[in-house]
């Protein structure tokens, strides 16, 4: 009789988000019968502390990975991110124990670029109260005519230029804007070119001649906070912000009296500081916002890519093979 062969164990980690059904079997579709592919939100707590013993694999998405749990994956060789931002995983403590962490670097792009432009025009053509009225009975025709912008000739300045920065700047070419960047990197000039931006600007004048402020950069200790109260004073009145990226770049106290006081326009949110959202935050309750439940990644096409890169990672790892530098977290 063969010797059956043992597979791999992947723990997809999703108990404080679950994913739906329909949704989990069009990521579990992208995956090879060679791996045992295990849904966590189905574990109770004794299943999924006697679970990281076993498990090669975890599929991070919205849940902490904690140094604790990385301690109890004995056999553990890499931590997979569903999607770009790491933050919620102990990247030091798996790296000391030899487990690498990987992110789906660009799938989702396109999705969250499309997003954060739909919340510029969102906030420029007022279009929540535009559509509640109508469906209230209100025929309103020209009453925002002097209130409305649009996004032409607006310039743009981007906190953050990695493939989803990017991916906003080339989509926001076709609308005539002038679009600036802030990172760390200057790209060079034959990229921008090609995007359509004028080029990388330092944080401050970045955001004091911006009239759209959008955050494309990972949460750390550097960006926790990078909109405060002191850069919020700093941007134009007529200014909108933008957050597509980690609710915890921007102090929501500061932000809501900011918006509650006229020192900026308005405000398009994704995301927020502590999340599900608490639905008392003040920020809920202003009429210049427009808020989402963090559901700018969240295409059916994006979710295929993103399983199918996670799967190609996770794959090139069991077999012993280097994975893409660009998917890896350096430690």
Same mark, same amino acid.
């Given at each position: 009789m063969a010797k059956e062969t043992i597979k791999p164990k992947i723990l997809y980690l999703d108990r404080k988000t679950p994913a739906k059904p329909e949704a989990f079997q069009v990521i579990r579709a992208e995956f090879a019968e060679g791996f045992d592919f295990i849904q966590g939100s189905k574990l109770s707590d004794s299943a999924l502390e006697s679970l990281l013993g076993e498990c090669k694999f975890i599929i991070a998405t919205t849940d902490v990975i904690s140094a604790e749990m990385i301690r109890k994956g004995t056999r553990l060789k890499m931590i997979h991110k569903w999607g770009a931002?790491?933050?919620? /995983?102990?990247?030091?403590?798996?790296? &000391?124990?030899?487990?690498?962490?990987?992110? $789906? $670097?660009g799938a !989702?792009?396109?999705?969250?670029?499309?997003? &954060?432009?739909?919340?510029?025009?969102?906030? @420029?053509?007022?279009?929540?109260?535009? =559509?509640?009225?109508?469906?209230?009975?209100?025929?309103? %025709?020209?009453?925002?005519?002097? $209130? !409305?912008?649009?996004?032409?000739? %607006? %310039? =743009?300045?981007?906190?953050?230029?990695?493939?989803?920065?990017?991916?906003?700047?080339?989509?926001?070419?076709?609308?005539?804007?002038?679009? @600036? @960047?802030?990172?760390?990197?200057?790209?060079?000039?034959?990229?921008?070119? %090609?995007?359509?931006v004028k080029g990388n600007l330092p944080l401050d004048r970045l955001i004091s001649e911006s009239d759209i402020i959008s955050l494309h950069c990972l949460l750390n200790e550097e960006t926790r906070h990078l909109i405060n109260a002191e850069r919020l004073k700093a941007m134009k009145k007529? &200014? /909108?912000? /933008? !957050?597509? &990226?980690?609710?915890? /770049?921007?102090?929501?106290r500061a932000l809501f009296q900011a918006l509650k006081n006229g020192d900026i326009a308005g405000a398009g949110l994704d995301v927020f500081e502590k999340e599900p959202v608490d639905p008392a935050n003040p920020l809920l309750s202003l009429p210049n916002v427009v808020v989402t439940p963090h559901v700018a990644p969240h295409t059916c096409d994006t979710l295929r890519l993103t399983a199918n890169r996670v799967y190609q990672n996770i794959k090139q790892a069991a077999r012993g093979l280097a994975v893409d530098d660009q998917y890896l977290v350096k430690p």
């Open positions: 931002g790491y933050d919620t /995983i102990d990247v030091a403590a798996a790296h &000391a124990r030899g487990v690498q962490v990987a992110r $789906t $670097t !989702n792009s396109i999705a969250v670029a499309e997003h &954060a432009i739909m919340l510029m025009l969102a906030l @420029y053509r007022q279009l929540i109260d535009t =559509v509640m009225e109508l469906k209230s009975g209100q025929w309103r %025709k020209g009453a925002r005519r002097l $209130t !409305n912008f649009e996004l032409r000739g %607006k %310039k =743009v300045g981007l906190v953050g230029f990695g493939n989803i920065g990017k991916a906003v700047a080339q989509r926001l070419h076709g609308f005539e804007t002038e679009v @600036y @960047y802030f990172s760390r990197f200057k790209q060079p000039p034959e990229l921008e070119k %090609k995007l359509g007529s &200014a /909108i912000l /933008i !957050n597509t &990226a980690r609710g915890k /770049i921007v102090d929501e």
